[in-house]
């Protein structure tokens, strides 16, 4: 799923490309997408875009008449940019926004299809959407702490609430709890004053990196190239390869249709989290340990 990095990319482009200039055309090729039918997506026809707004993961275009099309691109949804009234004839091709300086196209690869598409009239309706999670990259460690620690639950799972935290998901929270040394398993109710200073530094930094680095592979064109799996990253999608910082192998937690990867050593002092599916099948053979684990796989 796109998360604060690259939606926030994706809003920067579109608002250089596409701002001040109106929108001709609107080609819907899966009905299923828009989810609101009043006010008619026909309003939006020869409407001038006045600006582009990040809301959470959620991008906005708001345009004249007080209209916004509210879109979230989920798991698999991707923008492109393509000359001007691009056909869409493939079956990952959702929509179609025409300019006169080209063709927006929403495409959305999988057989699942959640990708949103709303249009509201007004500010108040547009607060609909807001899910309340806080902007991290805008908030005092005080205030960080608070919302930390409004609910007791697991750090990966809080960092991954849009009510609780903006721009979150599966890819970055990994990259973010390893650049603060926390175990994803830890509840937010034991986290030190200390250790929340460290999240909170560490979902900054981390943001602010991999903006900037997409920043620089976009250039003056548009975001080509919308991952979870980026090279660089410490520890998501790493699976059994190295840690960049202690060389031990980066573990997972598996569950649902993700997983959660660390590191042992950096995070869990060495501690192996247990994966609820082989931990329940294994039970007391479960390795508790990094060393346990080695030790099970060279005996065979």
Same mark, same amino acid.
């Given at each position: 799923?796109?998360?604060?990095?690259?939606?926030?990319?994706?809003?920067?482009?579109?608002?250089?490309?596409?701002?001040?200039?109106?929108?001709?055309?609107?080609?819907?090729?899966? *009905?299923?997408?828009?989810?609101?039918?009043?006010?008619?997506?026909?309003?939006?026809?020869?409407?001038?875009?006045? @600006?582009?707004?990040?809301?959470?993961?959620?991008?906005?275009? @708001?345009?004249?008449?007080? %209209?916004?099309?509210?879109?979230?691109?989920?798991?698999?949804?991707?923008?492109?940019?393509?000359?001007?009234?691009?056909?869409? @004839?493939?079956?990952?091709? #959702? !929509?179609?926004?025409?300019?006169?300086?080209? *063709?927006?196209?929403?495409?959305?690869?999988?057989?699942?299809?959640?990708? +949103?598409?709303?249009?509201?009239?007004?500010?108040?309706? #547009?607060?609909?959407?807001?899910?309340?999670?806080?902007?991290?990259?805008?908030?005092?460690?005080?205030?960080?702490?608070?919302?930390?620690?409004?609910?007791?639950?697991? #750090?990966?799972?809080? %960092? =991954?609430?849009?009510?609780?935290?903006?721009?979150?998901?599966?890819?970055? +929270?990994?990259?973010? #709890?390893? !650049?603060?040394?926390?175990?994803?398993?830890? %509840?937010?109710?034991?986290?030190?004053?200390?250790?929340?200073?460290?999240?909170?530094? !560490?979902?900054?930094?981390?943001?602010?990196?991999?903006?900037?680095?997409?920043?620089?592979?976009?250039?003056?064109?548009?975001?080509?190239?919308?991952?979870?799996?980026?090279?660089?990253?410490?520890?998501?999608?790493?699976?059994?390869?190295? =840690?960049?910082? =202690?060389?031990?192998?980066?573990?997972?937690?598996?569950?649902?249709?993700?997983?959660?990867?660390? =590191?042992?050593?950096?995070?869990?002092?060495?501690?192996?989290?247990?994966?609820?599916?082989?931990?329940?099948?294994?039970?007391?053979?479960?390795?508790?340990?990094?060393?346990?684990?080695?030790?099970?796989?060279?005996?065979?």
């Amino acid at each position: 799923m796109p998360e604060l990095p690259d939606v926030t990319v994706y809003r920067e482009r579109l608002d250089a490309l596409l701002v001040g200039e109106v929108l001709e055309d609107l080609r819907l090729r899966s *009905t299923f997408l828009l989810r609101t039918v009043e006010p008619p997506l026909a309003a939006l026809h020869g409407t001038r875009l006045t @600006g582009v707004e990040r809301l959470g993961k959620r991008l906005v275009f @708001g345009f004249e008449g007080g %209209l916004f099309l509210v879109l979230h691109l989920m798991i698999a949804g991707r923008l492109h940019w393509c000359p001007r009234e691009k056909k869409l @004839g493939s079956r990952i091709d #959702l !929509a179609a926004f025409d300019f006169a300086p080209g *063709t927006l196209v929403l495409t959305e690869a999988g057989s699942k299809k959640r990708a +949103s598409l709303h249009l509201v009239r007004g500010r108040a309706a #547009l607060a609909a959407f807001d899910r309340g999670g806080l902007e991290v990259q805008g908030a005092t460690p005080a205030q960080f702490a608070e919302r930390l620690r409004s609910e007791n639950r697991t #750090l990966k799972r809080a %960092l =991954c609430d849009p009510t609780l935290f903006a721009g979150i998901g599966n890819a970055y +929270s990994d990259e973010i #709890l390893h !650049a603060a040394r926390l175990s994803p398993a830890t %509840l937010t109710a034991r986290v030190t004053d200390a250790e929340s200073e460290r999240l909170r530094a !560490a979902i900054v930094q981390t943001f602010d990196r991999w903006t900037q680095q997409l920043r620089d592979e976009t250039g003056d064109g548009f975001p080509s190239k919308v991952t979870a799996f980026r090279d660089g990253m410490a520890v998501h999608g790493r699976y059994g390869k190295p =840690c960049p910082d =202690c060389g031990a192998p980066v573990q997972r937690i598996r569950y649902a249709d993700n997983e959660c990867n660390y =590191c042992a050593v950096c995070q869990c002092g060495g501690r192996l989290l247990a994966d609820r599916g082989l931990s329940a099948l294994l039970k007391r053979d479960w390795p508790k340990t990094l060393a346990e684990l080695e030790e099970r796989r060279r005996g065979g």
